[in-house]
Structures are given as C-alpha cells and as structure tokens.
C-alpha cells in the first residue's frame, strides 16, 4: 500500500480522503492541520498540528497531499521534498511562477515525485476531445474559447479571511478559473503572447473578480478567455470549445461536464448522436481526484513521473501571470518568441 498523509482539513481535504478511500493501492495514514478544532473527528488515522513533526514522526507516510491555502503550497511543498515525500499538491500549484519553479526544483532534488491536482482532464468528455484532437480530428486549428461564468458571493470570500487576498488565494483567474485553463493549454499548446484586461467589479475582495483575455498560441491559433465570478444568482457555465478547418466541439454545462456540439467532417449523424449520449449519459465518470490517487500509486511502483506533473502545473500559473501582467500595464506580453 502507498500510504498518504493530508494537510490542511479545509473543504477540499474532504475530496483527497474519499479519493483515497476508493483508490486501488492507497490508504490514508495520517492528517494534519494548525487548527485542532478541525481534527476533533479524526478517529482512525494519527492526527498532527505541525507538518514537519508529522513527517519525523511517522516514517510510513509515503506522500503529502497539500490541501492547504494556496499561497502556503510552495513552502510545504518544499519542506515535504526535504524530507523525501512524494507530493500531490492542490490547484493552483502557486501563485507566482518563481515559487512553481521552486518546487520543481525541491522534487528534482531530492528525487521525489510532484503532483498537481487538475482532475478536469479526467473529464469523459474532455479525455474524448482530446483523443480526438490528437487524432488529427480539427486539421489545421482557427480558435479556441474557455469561459467561466461562476458566482462566488461575497458571503464565500467573508468565510475564511484569505479568499480573494494576493497573498494567500489570488482570483478568479488562480482560483476559479485556473481547472479551465489548464484544459486549455493541454489541448491547444503553449501560449505565445497575450492582451488582457481584468477588473474587481463587484466583491470585496483584493483581487480581480472578472477578467478577459485574448491569447495567441504557439500554433498561430488565437484564443479567448473568459473569467468571472460575478454571475448573478449562481453558477451559469464553464465550456471550453475549439475550432478548426475539419471539426467543431464544444464542452460545456455549470461545470464542463457535458458535449453540447460535436461536429466533424467525416462522422456520421448516427456515429455523433451515440457519442453524445454515451458520454452524456455519464458525463462525471471516476472522479478525478481519485484518478490522481491512483496514478501517484502507479507512478511510484513504476518509477516514472505522475501524469499531471509540476511543470504542467506551471503552465496555468505562468499564463495567468501574464494575463494579471498585461491587465495592469496595458500591453501585450510575450511568453514566448
């Protein structure tokens, strides 16, 4: 068995113990969290207030699951790297570009494996788009468009005092948004250059609530972003959709779950009515947290790199500092020649 430890008892932690309970290969061995109150109904496992006294103390914990607010990632990813524990770290892996870097480093380092938490791409739909894209399926690619039309009132933000600060949670782009736009570099590739405005319109909040962004991709194919968490009075839609010379998709629902168009040149009425009730008939499938459990699992008995690596993590990061960086200085930014 690999055995897991969780830091941080927040909302999300919930997510990684289900996840490992129905994993094949994993158990959970240990949690933690500063705040006692939140291990009160902690029974079966050993439970800590301090990471680094968990990490001396319990030699079976094979990797930390970091759960915690997300501008606390990179220092506890570290500190689990130095002490020579695999790592699956919440989204967004960090909120600057040179922390990711960081952690990148302390994985190679001390040769441990690191895991970023983009479960979307375990999406039915979403794998389908891409077999499909790898395929050939779009010949040459137009464009591409990811939106997230979500509500976070301003009640969420008020729940805990860091959402919404720049310091420990970012906005809409790092938090909300950040699950869509990983979809996005992973199906369309590295983003060139981008012009982007963002804005707080509505929360009270430190960081942008709103914000649009046109990009270029490295292909020469252009994309729009789309990010709010304004929408009024609950969740309208995430959607990814892309656009080329042969075909033309699009995922969408509250939660970009569902195929809402699937045209392509050379598929039969018959062959995209009966993919799109396959897949919308169960368009959830095994939950893409307990898909990380598992390839973390495997990636270990193999010795090979977990299928959401850091530098994938990194690349929404990197993109959204351009985004915030172009939005506050007016120009366009370049990622890349």
């Not at 050993?46 to 997300?70: A, G, R």
């Not at 779950?257 to 897949?279: H, Q, Y």
């Not at 368009?283 to 977990?306: L, T, Y």
């Amino acid at each position: 068995m690999i055995r897991f430890a969780i830091v941080g008892m927040g909302h999300i932690a919930k997510k990684h113990i289900d996840a490992i309970e129905k994993a094949d290969g994993a158990e959970l061995a240990a949690v933690c969290d500063t705040n006692p109150e939140r291990l009160r109904d902690v029974s079966d496992v050993p439970v800590y207030t301090d990471m680094e006294t968990m990490l001396k103390e319990n030699e079976q914990i094979d990797v930390v699951n970091i759960c915690v607010p997300s501008g606390l990632h990179a220092r506890l990813a570290k500190l689990a790297a130095r002490y020579r524990r695999h790592i699956i770290v919440e989204k967004p892996m960090a909120l600057r570009v040179s922390d990711a870097e960081e952690m990148i480093r302390a994985a190679k380092e001390y040769d441990v494996k690191l895991a970023v938490v983009h479960p979307n791409r375990f999406r039915p739909a979403i794998r389908k788009l891409k077999e499909a894209m790898e395929r050939g399926m779009f010949g040459k690619l137009s464009h591409a468009n990811a939106t997230v039309r979500w509500n976070r009132n301003q009640a969420y933000y008020d729940q805990a005092a860091w959402r919404g600060t720049k310091e420990f949670d970012g906005g809409v782009l790092m938090n909300q948004a950040i699950h869509n736009l990983d979809l996005l570099l992973w199906l369309m590739g590295p983003v060139k250059a981008v012009q982007a405005m963002a804005a707080t319109r509505l929360r009270k909040i430190e960081t942008e609530d709103v914000a649009a962004a046109v990009v270029e991709f490295e292909s020469g194919a252009l994309g729009v972003i789309e990010a709010a968490t304004t929408i009024y009075p609950q969740n309208l839609e995430e959607s990814i959709a892309i656009f080329g010379e042969t075909a033309s998709v699009k995922i969408g629902g509250r939660t970009a779950n569902f195929i809402e168009t699937w045209e392509a040149e050379g598929v039969s009425e018959e062959e995209r009515a009966k993919l799109i009730d396959e897949i919308n008939a169960d368009p959830f499938g095994k939950p893409g947290h307990q898909w990380i459990i598992e390839d973390m699992v495997q990636a270990i008995r193999e010795s090979r790199e977990p299928i959401v690596t850091g530098w994938d993590g990194l690349a929404p990061v990197r993109l959204i500092e351009a985004i915030l960086r172009s939005a506050e200085t007016g120009t366009r930014v370049q990622l890349s020649e």
